[in-house]
């Protein structure tokens, strides 16, 4: 059973690897960031709330995002196993996901870290054309993912959870090197 972690920085390639490897092992992609993206577009409470910090590229506060992630947690379909992509994004996320985890008597086997430089990570999301994808807010991202959320790769690595990757790769070369240290 797979429950994996993807971490890594805006642009590394978390959605393209863990789409792919959603589709390997048969087990759901939950993007955080796709969750979000749905509630904006179907002007839920939650996604009036998250627009704002989305559209600044600024982290959605952790109460809206804990409730996000317990819910689909406690979906039927997750009971096959996971692959969670953008959260946890700060030390107390993780915190909190280690409890939740904890609770429902699971545990994670493998948390994935893609290694992209900054610059190829900009010249990549500005290809990609999201709306929170022009230049001033990419580069915010990236601060914010370097003070809040690259503390979180310590966090497992003291755990023995890490497994770090190169993704400055071919997206087939990624995978390729995911599947190698994955063992489902
Ligand atoms: N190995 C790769 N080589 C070149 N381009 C890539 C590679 N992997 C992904 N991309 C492209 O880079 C862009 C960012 O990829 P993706 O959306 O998967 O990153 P992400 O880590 O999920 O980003 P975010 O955290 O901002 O959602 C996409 O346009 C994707 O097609
Ligand atoms: N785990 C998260 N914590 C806070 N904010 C988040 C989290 N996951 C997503 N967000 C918000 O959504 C956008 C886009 O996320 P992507 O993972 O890049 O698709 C992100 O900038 C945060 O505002």
Redesign the pocket.
């Known amino acids: 059973m797979s429950r994996l972690i993807f971490l ?10 863990a789409m792919r490897l959603a589709n390997l092992y048969e087990i759901p992609h939950i993007s955080t ?1 796709d969750l979000l993206r749905t509630a904006v577009q179907e002007q839920t409470p939650l996604g009036k709330k998250a627009q704002e910090y989305m559209d600044q590229g600024d982290l959605v506060p952790d109460d809206l995002m804990l409730d996000l992630v317990l819910h689909r947690l406690e979906d039927d379909d997750v009971a096959k196993g996971w692959i969670l ?2 959260f946890p994004r700060t030390v107390s996320q993780a915190s909190f996901l280690d409890h939740l985890l904890a609770e429902i008597h699971q545990r994670c086997n493998c948390v994935l870290n ?1 290694e992209v430089p900054d610059e190829t990570l900009v010249s ?2 500005l ?2 054309g999201r709306k929170d994808d022009n230049e001033q807010t990419i580069r915010h ?1 990236l601060e914010i993912y370097h003070h809040e959320t690259a503390p979180v790769i310590d966090y497992y690595r003291e755990r023995n959870q890490l497994v770090s990757v190169n ?1 400055n ?3 087939d070369e ?1 995978t390729s090197e995911l599947t190698k240290v994955i063992h489902p």
């Open positions: 890594g920085p805006p642009g590394a390639g978390k959605g393209t690897q960031g992509d953008g893609l990549r999301m290809g990609r991202r993704g790769l071919s997206m990624v």
